[in-house]
Nanobody, 123 residues
Framework: QVQLVESGGGLVQAGGSLRLSCAAS????????MGWYRQAAGKQRELVAV???????NYAASVKGRFTISGDNAKNTVYLQMNSLKPEDTAVYYC?????????????????WGQGTQVTVSS
């Protein structure tokens, strides 16, 4: 079983910064990519940023230039540095691990999600 544990959410004023962390644990052999999604109240979940195991990144247009995603393959951990936060960034942020290959008790590959962490940006 794979678990994703997120941390770093909270309340911040507009223009401030927060750093989210997500660590994957379990019998992990390889993770194809890790990323962050967010869901604001009354809206659909949307991609924020993703990073592949090879270091390729992709960002939503709304956060490009303000957010930076990084990862540590050895620790199966992904980070999201969020700067110049805006009230419209307020949402529950979810960590995602894509195509996680595990080998116990047998080989398996699937996606996993974290429980979500609230980010609130006040104006």
């Amino acid at each position: 079983q794979v678990q994703l544990v997120e941390s770093g959410g909270g309340l911040v004023q507009a223009g401030g910064s927060l750093r989210l962390s997500c660590a994957a644990s379990g019998s992990i052999f390889r993770i194809n990519a890790m990323g962050w999604y967010r869901q604001a109240a009354g809206k659909q979940r949307e991609l924020v940023a993703v990073i592949t195991s090879g270091g390729i990144t992709n960002y939503a247009a709304s956060v490009k230039g303000r957010f930076t995603i990084s990862g540590d393959n050895a620790k199966n951990t992904v980070y999201l540095q969020m700067n110049s936060l805006k009230p419209e960034d307020t949402a529950v942020y979810y960590c995602n691990a894509e195509r996680v290959l595990t080998r116990t008790p047998s080989w398996d590959s699937r996606d996993y999600w974290g429980q979500g962490t609230q980010v609130t940006v006040s104006s």
